[in-house]
Structures are given as C-alpha cells and as structure tokens.
C-alpha cells in the first residue's frame, strides 16, 4: 500500500530552469544495465494490475527535467517513467547530448525511459520551428519521394536519422532500453507525416525508420507507435504490423480520457501487445484507473501537468494504489 509523502514547497529552488539542472544520486531502486525485452516482459507482467506513471519533458531540451521535477514538487514522488524529445530547433537539436545525459539519470534513479521526436520535414531545414517545419503539410508526391530510396527527399531523410542515431547508440552502449515513439499521431493532419492510412502512407515511413535503426545496431529500441484519439476512427488503417510495433498506444487529447471504445479499439489493434497512453492533458482518475486496467503506463505532457491539474488532481493519480511511481517499479 502506497503511504504517501507529504508534497514539497514549490519555491525559488525549483524554478523551471533551475529544477532541471538538479542530477541525482542513483537510489536503492537503480536499474541495472539490461535488454528491451526486460522493460517488453515488465510491461506485460503489470498490464491489468498496475500502471507506471509518467511525465513527458519537452522543449528547452536544456532543462530536460523540468516538467519531472513539477511532479515531485507537488507529490514528493518522482514519476516511473520520463519522456523526453529529440528536438527540432537549432538551440534544442545541440542539447541533444543534455537530453541523453538526462535519459541515463533518470535510469539510474529507477524511471523507465521514452523518447518522442517532432522532426522536420525533410523537405525544409534539418533545424525548424514548429509551425511550418513540424507542423506543415507536404504533397502526397513529396511524401512518396522521402519514402522512396535513391530519392533527393529519402537522402535527406536518412541523413537526418543517420544524426540520431548516434544519441540512441549512447543508451544502447550503457544498457537502457528507450520507448521510442516516431510519427506520433499519425492518423492527424497537423504534422507532415500524418493523415496517411495505408501501406504506402504512415505506416511505410514508420516501417523504414525501424528497419533502418535495426541495421545500426539500435537494438534498445521499444518501438512503441501511436495515434490520436481522433473520433473518425480506423486507427488500424496506419498500423504498420505486428513485426514493427512493440506497443500500441494512444494520445488522449479530444476527451480528457480515453473512452471505452478507445480502449477496446487499441486492445483490439494490439492483440496482445502492451497499450498505454503516450500522452494526455489529464491526469488518470481512479474511475479510469479501475475500468480500463491494462494501460501498462500513462505520461502528462509537459505543461499540461499544472496547466489542467489541480495539485489534488495529481497527487490522487501519484497516490492511487494501482500506480507505480520512481521506486516502485521493479524488474
């Protein structure tokens, strides 16, 4: 049973900024250097019974722990699993390193550890801003070009993963497995690479990214993909198979929770596979935490944590007894 610890004082010390320069010692709880399969069997293990909360930090990737260190300022726990972003502006891509550094913190402290990437598309600029650079739309024979190999496009598209890769190799090396979540939301239309069902859309570039990281070696990698919980439906239609996908998961952002179609949707998609919920605005409650039971693990987007919570609200979901906080989760 869960006791919990009285939340801390938010003050001066745990500014944004300065909160995310805080390193910590490794707890009692570090993990150990291990496989993907590990974290993929420890997953499976508490589908039904138990969910590791989580906290995604996004950009200034110089303050890669600032939105974590948010948790524990209003619960006194820190979440089991930290999200993290490989960035698309200039100044956030040369913190890249920042963001590694982080990830092997966190592990060291006994988090799980995801990573999200916003890429630019490769019809523009290796660095962008957001608005027309992450969020743009590309011609369908733009988008055919980058998944086709000998192209100008496809160069460049390699050539911009062939510049991650050697960050994800640095946790490959140091044994810690990444929930790597490429093309998020791919059944959206904001991003470049979305709004594209079918085995020549979404799931084709997804498919190629997963072949081309395995040929490097990255064998650390969780492939985890992901849809929006968008009502149209027919989130089957951008699965890239069962061979390419790890876990099946979900970004909750048209309800403050998933439905209970959605969860039967992803569970059908998944057949067997973990699901979790890769984003959302609002933390889980214990009427969700009861009735959809096999969410393997669910991560507040950054800002949202106090923007659409009341620190009630979070330190119920920190405290609920079916969620496994920094600590708690054990291999």
């Not at 550890?113 to 600029?125: D, E, S, Y």
């Not at 997963?210 to 969780?222: M, P, W």
């Not at 959302?280 to 919570?309: C, D, H, I």
Request: aromatic fraction near 12%.
């Amino acid at each position: 049973m869960k006791i919990p610890r009285p939340p801390l004082v938010i003050g001066a010390a745990l500014a944004l900024g300065a909160a995310a320069m805080i390193q910590f010692a490794p707890s009692a709880s570090a993990f150990p250097a291990t496989n993907k399969t590990t974290v993929l069997n420890y997953l499976r293990s508490i589908s039904g019974t138990s969910i590791v909360s989580g906290q995604h930090n996004k950009e200034p990737a110089g303050a890669p722990g600032a939105y974590t260190a948010q948790v524990n300022a209003v619960t006194g726990q820190w979440p089991g699993l930290w999200g993290g972003e490989m960035m698309f502006r200039a100044t956030d891509q040369a913190n890249r390193q920042r963001v590694v550094d982080q990830a092997k913190q966190e592990w060291a402290n006994g988090s799980l550890v995801a990573l999200t990437w916003h890429a630019c598309t490769p019809t523009g600029p290796a660095t962008c801003e957001f608005d027309g650079g992450v969020k743009t739309r590309i011609t369908d024979a733009q988008f055919q070009q980058i998944v086709t190999g000998g192209t100008a496009l496809n160069t460049t598209w390699r050539s911009r993963m062939a510049a991650v890769v050697p960050y994800l190799r640095q946790l490959r090396d140091a044994g810690i497995p990444v929930l790597w979540r490429p093309f998020h939301e791919m059944n959206e239309t904001w991003n470049w690479w979305g709004g594209r069902p079918g085995a020549n859309g979404g799931a084709k570039i997804y498919q190629q990214m997963k072949d081309y990281f395995d040929s490097q070696g990255l064998t650390n990698l969780i492939w985890v993909w992901n849809v929006q919980d968008n009502p149209s439906g027919g989130w089957s239609s951008y699965y890239p198979g069962a061979n390419y996908a790890d876990v099946v998961s979900l970004d909750v952002w048209y309800k403050n929770h998933p439905s209970s179609g959605d969860y039967q949707q992803m569970q059908s998609i998944a057949a067997g596979k973990p699901i979790a919920i890769a984003e959302m605005g609002k933390v889980p409650n214990a009427s969700l935490l009861t009735s959809q039971p096999r969410w393997a693990y669910f991560m507040v987007w950054s800002e949202q944590l106090r923007g659409s919570n009341s620190n009630a609200e979070i330190q119920a979901a920190y405290f609920h007894p079916r969620v496994l906080n920094q600590g708690e989760v054990r291999f």
